[in-house]
């Protein structure tokens, strides 16, 4: 049986990262990008995500290095500590898997390298974009903001900071402080609830399909980590099963080689498992990262496969 | 090809993305530049040459990252590989980067990533094998050493504003 599919290592888009200004990812994640308004202030916004950012790491490296004085594995401990307790919150809540479909060891190692490097930047810069319930999740970095601005006290406790550290410091989480209400004052009033979300990378990855309004919406579910959407397997094998011949015929630009890669075999119909392999194999032999990266070109229709 | 207009559009609305872009690349050379004065510094004396050394393999580390990224970006194109790879060491990676984002720059056949993500994926690996470490080694020496350079304290307060910067363009753009 024909089988037509786009004949591009193409993967389909996936979901991070991503920019609050861009019209298709605010298309398809409309409960966390968009929150930037239009209009004049956006520059002022830009501004307050720039100063709180350079503020923060500021504050932070100052106390680091002040808690570097007394002991530089004071310095290391409590830095493994906090990355521990992160670590072990998101196993607690089943979230340990980073969004990459990557399986195995493999994957368990990119997840634990990706997660202590985003906490870290967080943790240091205050990157926006890592409140993503993909990520650290909303409340969890609001915590750590002003968890990071206190434990930079503490080291200056423990350090023995002078009138004039304290008064910098001081005057540096005041100005953070300030530049964060500002933001917060300025952005859409809807999106202020993104920052004190509970929700999981699990609960996020699931909502590309069960809230998607067509097969373009939902076949992002295969850009994640298949142990993300375990709680809704049989509905996505369900929806491909009865799917695929549609696409077949109607071949979506998203029905790339590298998106039937991804696929989970049992997923698929009978008839078409050999293609499916032959995707894989082809796939295989393309670098990982072209698994994983959106290619945002038209990829060409092809020839039947069979 | 809807995104690039409309991603052109919001950026002359707000008249802010070639502002930006300008702001990006300027902040990102004189970073570099303030590091390799703070390096020169450091080297210049004995009891912080250790230090100069440390910040030093920090900046090698971030240009390595850049560099790996271009290799990924560019395998099978090794002419545009070397000439991306220029880039990278002439410290103009951020400038082109963002100039590419500005101008809506399509991707390429040979290509794994958009524009976009090169440049958020070049801040990530800037931000945690120079900006990061870099500002709290300035930070520590500065604290620790008495003789040290004030020059330190301007490089430190450039470092954290391109910080700032990049952070808050991985989240706007």
Redesign the interface.
């Known amino acids: 049986m024909p089988t037509n599919v786009n004949n591009s290592q193409a993967p389909p888009l996936p979901p991070v990262?991503s920019?609050?200004?861009?019209?298709?990812k605010r298309k398809e994640t409309p409960d966390f990008y968009g929150y930037?308004p239009?209009?004049?202030s956006?520059?002022v916004?830009?501004g307050c995500?720039?100063?709180?950012?350079?503020?923060l790491?500021?504050i932070r490296?100052?106390g680091?290095?002040?808690l570097?004085?007394v002991k530089k594995r004071y310095f290391a401990m409590f830095m493994a500590g906090d990355v521990a307790v992160y670590l072990l919150q998101k196993v607690a809540r089943g979230d340990f898997h980073y969004w990459f479909p990557l399986d195995g060891a493999f994957g368990l190692f990119i997840s634990l390298l990706l997660r202590m490097?985003v906490k870290?930047?967080t943790d240091?810069?205050?990157?926006?974009?890592f409140r993503g319930d993909a990520e650290l999740g909303g409340l969890y970095w609001t915590a750590n903001i002003f968890l990071a601005l206190l434990a930079s006290y503490v080291c200056l406790w423990v350090g023995g900071a002078g009138r004039v550290e304290w008064i910098l410091v001081g005057d540096a989480s005041g100005a953070f402080t300030l530049s964060f209400g500002l933001f917060l004052m300025l952005m859409k009033k809807r999106y202020r609830r993104t920052f004190f979300s509970t929700r999981t990378g699990c609960d996020w990855a699931m909502d590309f399909f069960l809230k998607a309004d067509d097969d373009a919406g939902k076949q992002h579910i295969f850009g994640c980590n298949k142990k993300q959407w375990a709680g809704i397997r049989g509905k996505v094998k369900e929806w491909v099963l009865n799917s695929w011949w549609r696409w077949d015929e109607e071949k979506p630009e998203w029905f790339t080689e590298s998106w039937i890669a991804k696929v989970p075999l049992d997923f698929i119909p009978k008839e078409a498992k050999e293609v499916a392999k032959a995707c894989r194999e082809s796939a295989r032999r393309s670098?990982i990262?072209?698994l994983l990266?959106?290619?945002?070109?038209d990829p060409p229709q092809v020839h039947p496969m069979s | 090809m809807l995104n690039v207009v409309a991603k052109r559009l919001l950026g002359e609305v707000s008249w802010g993305l070639k502002m930006r872009v300008t702001m990006g690349a300027g902040l990102s050379i004189l970073d570099m530049a303030t590091d390799i004065f703070v390096i020169v510094g450091y080297m210049g004396n004995e009891e912080t040459r250790g230090y100069g050394w440390s910040l030093l393999g920090m900046v090698v580390a971030s240009m390595l990252i850049q560099l790996l990224i271009v290799f990924g970006q560019n395998k099978g194109k090794p002419w545009v590989m070397a000439k991306e790879m220029l880039i990278v060491l002439t410290a103009m990676k951020p400038a082109v980067d963002a100039s590419r984002v500005a101008s809506g720059h399509e991707m390429e056949e040979h290509h794994i990533f958009d524009a976009k993500t090169e440049l958020v994926t070049t801040k990530c690996g800037e931000m945690l094998a120079e900006s990061i470490p870099g500002s709290l080694l300035q930070l520590y020496v500065l604290l620790k050493v008495k003789n040290v350079s004030r020059a330190t304290v301007g490089s430190v307060l450039v470092s954290a504003m391109t910080t700032g910067f990049n952070s808050a363009t991985i989240s706007f753009e």
Do not use: H, K, W
């Open positions: 990262p920019y609050d200004v861009d019209p298709q930037i239009d209009g004049g956006r520059t916004i830009f995500m720039m100063l709180q950012s350079a503020l790491l500021l490296s100052f680091a290095a002040m570097m004085l490097i870290t930047i240091f810069t205050g990157v926006i974009q670098s990262a072209g990266v959106a290619r945002e070109l």
